[in-house]
């Protein structure tokens, strides 16, 4: 993420406070960009699917749309009022996030900024079924909005995964950091980096290899030291080239699962920011090797992003 020209905000029409959309009108007061308040809804009694659409129910649905395009403008004009380029749209569709996704086709934003919601009792984030569709399928960076309000000066946290096990790209690390650099130095932010490496693969390793015991001479310690040595290099050598210093960057050992959100609790982040690659043997895309749980598990909203290439990576 380099620029910010339009943000395409969702609104819940049945919800009483838009924080998501106060977030994305504030990114686009600070980066000039053109914002549209954004509505998909739809109500099975007023399809008539499949045999009985009448006049009548078609009416009844053009009123259903005006009213949500009412309730938009109203919310539009107060963001106008603050000198904002604000416009409006509504989509009668179902499901719900295939709606979103047709939009995003349709306007190409920058960015799209989606609310979710934060149960208390059980002290997390929850993501519906549309969210998780999001994160899986969004073509754009998607910020999806849990908490209240970012601080004045928010935090920023970049999720980092120098090792490129896997299918991971080795450009969306700094992807990753581009898009935490940039919100940044629109929100007069600060960046930090850390990668959580688990070396479950390796200490099974210890006790052999293809029925081969290992060399004496190599122990746990070691073997731990090793990869400890080599992940953190990977992650300064990225790092530096952002020019984050040490004290903004960590290495953890553990799994992505219990360090991202120890880290963003203890260090009070607002937002976090990971990225999402294809798999090859699925039709979707999925976060990689920080596993979707770490994301159900995070005090703070969450931006996700993928490489600008991963289209050319789809299996479809």
């Not at 009694?45 to 309730?71: H, K, N, S, V």
């Not at 090859?280 to 976060?287: A, D, N």
């Amino acid at each position: 993420m380099q620029r910010l020209d339009r943000i395409l905000a969702v609104i819940d029409p049945t919800a009483d406070v838009q924080v998501g959309a106060a977030k994305a009108a504030r990114l686009a007061r600070l980066s000039g960009a053109a914002l549209e308040l954004f509505a998909c809804d739809f109500d099975p009694a007023l399809t008539g699917q499949p045999f009985f659409d009448t006049d009548d129910l078609r009416r009844l649905r053009e009123e259903f749309i005006a009213e949500r395009a009412t309730q938009l403008e109203d919310l539009a004009d107060e963001l106008r009022a603050g000198g904002l380029d604000v416009t409006t749209h509504v989509h009668w569709d179902n499901p719900l996030h295939e709606g979103i996704l047709r939009r995003v086709a349709e306007f190409e934003p920058d960015l799209m900024v989606k609310d979710t919601h934060y149960h208390s009792l059980l002290r997390r984030a929850l993501f519906t079924n549309t969210d998780w569709n999001l994160i899986r399928r969004c073509p754009v960076p998607l910020l999806l909005s849990r908490t209240a309000d970012w601080s004045a000066r928010p935090r920023i946290l970049a999720a980092l995964d120098p090792g490129h096990h896997g299918d991971k790209p080795a450009a969306l690390d700094h992807d990753i950091l581009d898009a935490a650099q940039f919100l940044a130095r629109q929100l007069d932010g600060t960046v930090a980096a850390v990668h959580a490496f688990f070396p479950a693969a390796l200490l099974a390793a210890t006790t052999g290899f293809a029925g081969v015991p290992l060399a004496q001479e190599l122990s746990v310690a070691d073997l731990l030291e090793s990869e400890r040595t080599r992940v953190a290099a990977a992650t300064r050598e990225i790092t530096q080239a952002h020019g984050l210093g040490e004290k903004s960057v960590r290495v953890l050992q553990g799994s992505a699962a219990e360090v991202l959100p120890r880290v963003a609790t203890e260090d009070q982040v607002d937002l976090v920011v990971m990225g999402a690659v294809s798999r090859s043997r699925l039709r979707e895309v999925f976060i990689g090797s920080t596993a979707e749980r770490v994301l159900d598990h995070l005090p703070c909203d969450v931006l996700v992003i993928r490489s600008a290439d991963y289209r050319e990576k789809l299996p479809f």
